[in-house]
């Protein structure tokens, strides 16, 4: 899991603080341990989130200077996160807005312009891959947009986290978060049904979560690439690791993407972007090959009833970005529902009731009581 303080703010928003939905549910999110990084030569490297552990994990491997140059090319890569959160992460995508800050003529392999160590290279730009660029070489060629390297900022800052039983120990799938949801939903009324062309509902505003079909290419002599998928493969595997621990392993090759193999006691999945398959259901063959791919998703409001967040929004296919993607519609929906704006960033907002701090009346004698301790 990465970004978990969406996860946090999701529950906390439902009433129900994120540390007492854990804890009824007896789970612990816990801190992953670092990525393992095989490289084509035969080195590897098990690569941690924080900006300094990078430098020394990475200075036996590439030496010093080089090692100096990763945390340089990923100090870029925070300056487009900023960037990105204005830009449909955090607000709403607008298309008049100044989108300089998220460089739209720079790419993933020009950013890599201070990496002399080839596999830093494979390695800084195959996350393009996980990010829609599934085409994209993870060499110095990859044109995929330079927005995509603001992924490298969200986990250096934000860190990489997993669930556990709190009782076994063991590791869970993020299902148990959706299934907690699921049911506070329930225990707070939410009715459930199922809408299609012949029962279309009665709802006064339409919120599409399907990912659209995306539009063909602009040559309509041209065929439309067809999309890298993974494959996907799961299997009991043999391994030492004791219960609730999982590990990353990352194999970087020649070819575009790489194969990411997750490992927990007794069980191993294994995702290979290298391979050309049909796009896999739900993510309906978008790609974030080119800038301007990126920035012709379909916009969030559709009209004034029907607003659309899927994988294919402007915040990205993550499940954290999507999370965010459903923020933004929830608080447009809102506010289009009660006039009133309940965004964190407008501070005019009142708080609800039980939420606005009690007043503390003024002793007589004009000394500042605090809440709690007795006058002196």
Not at 45 to 50: I, M
Not at 79 to 90: D, N, P, Y
Not at 97 to 105: E, M, S
Not at 228 to 238: G, N
Request: charged share 20%; aromatic share 6%; proline share 10%.
């Amino acid at each position: 899991m990465t970004l978990p303080a969406v996860w946090r703010d999701l529950f906390t928003k439902t009433g129900q603080p994120w540390a007492g939905a854990l804890n009824g549910a007896h789970l612990e999110l816990v801190e992953a341990p670092p990525a393992m990084h095989h490289f084509f030569d035969g080195s590897e490297v098990a690569l941690p989130t924080e900006r300094g552990a990078q430098v020394r994990a990475l200075e036996p491997l590439v030496g010093r200077t080089q090692a100096l140059a990763w945390a340089q090319v990923l100090d870029r890569a925070d300056t487009l996160w900023q960037a990105w959160r204005r830009h449909g992460a955090e607000h709403p995508f607008d298309t008049d807005a100044d989108l300089g800050p998220l460089l739209p003529r720079t790419s993933m392999g020009e950013l890599t312009a201070p990496l002399t160590d080839a596999r830093l290279v494979e390695l800084f730009t195959s996350v393009a891959a996980r990010a829609g660029a599934e085409n994209e070489p993870a060499t110095r060629d990859n044109r995929a947009p330079a927005l995509l390297a603001s992924r490298w900022s969200v986990e250096r800052t934000f860190g990489r986290w997993h669930l556990i039983d709190a009782d076994t120990r063991r590791a869970q799938p993020l299902s148990r978060l959706t299934d907690l949801l699921m049911t506070r939903a329930l225990s707070l009324g939410v009715r459930f049904t199922h809408v299609d062309e012949q029962h279309p509902g009665s709802a006064r505003v339409d919120v599409d979560t399907l990912t659209p079909v995306p539009p063909r290419s602009l040559l309509p002599w041209r065929p439309a690439p067809r999309p890298w998928a993974p494959s996907f493969e799961c299997s009991h595997h043999d391994n030492d690791l004791p219960p609730g621990v999982v590990t990353e392993h990352v194999h970087h090759g020649a070819e575009a993407g790489a194969e990411v193999t997750w490992l927990w006691q007794g069980h191993a999945v294994v995702t290979d972007w290298t391979t050309r398959q049909a796009p896999p259901p739900g993510t309906g063959g978008w790609t974030v090959e080119t800038f301007r791919q990126w920035r012709e998703r379909p916009p969030l409001r559709v009209d004034d009833t029907h607003w659309r967040g899927s994988a294919a929004s402007h915040a990205g296919n993550e499940p954290w970005a999507q999370l965010l993607t459903g923020a933004l519609i929830a608080y447009e929906v809102h506010e289009h529902l009660t006039g009133e704006d309940i965004r964190p960033t407008n501070r005019n907002q009142p708080l609800p009731p039980r939420l606005r701090p009690i007043p503390v009346p003024r002793p007589a004698d004009g000394s500042n009581t605090q809440l709690g301790r007795a006058p002196e």
